[in-house]
């Protein structure tokens, strides 16, 4: 079994989504006690938060090298960069590390273009939604990317920021977010990607009529299927 690097604590929460769904994908495969190989490296998200808000990109993709860094010194064989938004910087932290990175991104597309469909609504943070470092990588697969309205999208960035990230899941934010989802399927969204791996703690398959791919689930199975190829 491949080790697999993981760039945590964006936030923690979600962090401990993915070594679970890890830890889960591996007992599935193989059985008995096993479990994943896995090194974490988990930062303060307050500090990266603080560079995101600052626009100091640069300051965060080189303090996301170097734990990546860390993680092949420590044996990782592939790494991932447990968060969406911080894929805004994947391109610094690749070039830093002999490594594959993971690409979330990469992944997402994956899932959408073997559903067939074509036309797909992205949920995220701001930084997601409104730059077009994720969504490019989309439209290189021929999907057609909505994103929703200014409004709905100020909703979505406040929900992740003030309430997921720090642990609230609130039954009107999901409620809200369904709303969101639902203006996008009038739009012509033929499934939805939770583009920020918090809102899977908030929305799910069960909640909304449209597929719904959810980065995180979809990163860790990837994760899982390198460790074992």
């Known amino acids: 079994m491949r080790c697999i690097g993981l760039i945590g604590g964006m936030s923690w929460e979600s962090s401990a989504l993915y070594y679970r769904l890890l830890n889960e994908g591996v007992k599935q495969r193989l059985g008995g006690l096993h479990s994943a190989r896995c ?3 988990s930062v303060d998200f307050a500090e990266i938060e603080a ?3 600052a626009g100091r990109w640069d300051a965060a993709g080189d303090l996301l ?3 990546a860094r ?3 010194a420590a ?3 592939a790494v991932l960069i447990c968060t969406n938004t911080m894929h805004k910087v994947a391109d610094t932290v690749a070039a830093a590390i002999g490594v594959p990175l993971l690409h979330l991104a990469d992944v997402a597309a994956d899932a959408v273009v073997a559903s067939g469909l074509g036309t797909v609504a992205l949920l995220g943070t701001r930084f997601t939604m409104e730059e077009s470092f994720y969504a490019d990588r989309l439209v290189a697969r021929g999907l057609t990317v909505l994103t929703p309205d200014a409004a709905d999208r100020a909703l979505v960035d406040r ?3 003030t309430e997921l990230v720090v642990g609230r899941v609130e039954d009107a934010s999901r409620a809200a977010f369904v709303e969101v989802i639902g203006r996008l399927a009038a ?3 033929e499934g939805v990607i939770l583009g920020c791996t918090e809102i899977e703690l908030l929305v ?3 909640d909304v009529d449209l597929p719904v791919f959810a980065t995180t689930r979809l990163h860790a199975q990837a994760a899982v299927d390198f460790a074992l190829s």
Do not use: H, K, N
């Open 75 to 77: 044996g990782a064989d």
């Open 70 to 72: 860390g993680l092949e």
């Open 39 to 41: 090194v974490l490296a």
């Open 65 to 67: 090298a170097g734990q």
């Open 204 to 206: 799910g398959p069960g």
């Open 51 to 53: 560079m995101q808000s």
């Open 187 to 189: 739009r012509g969204a």
């Open 159 to 161: 929900v992740i920021y």
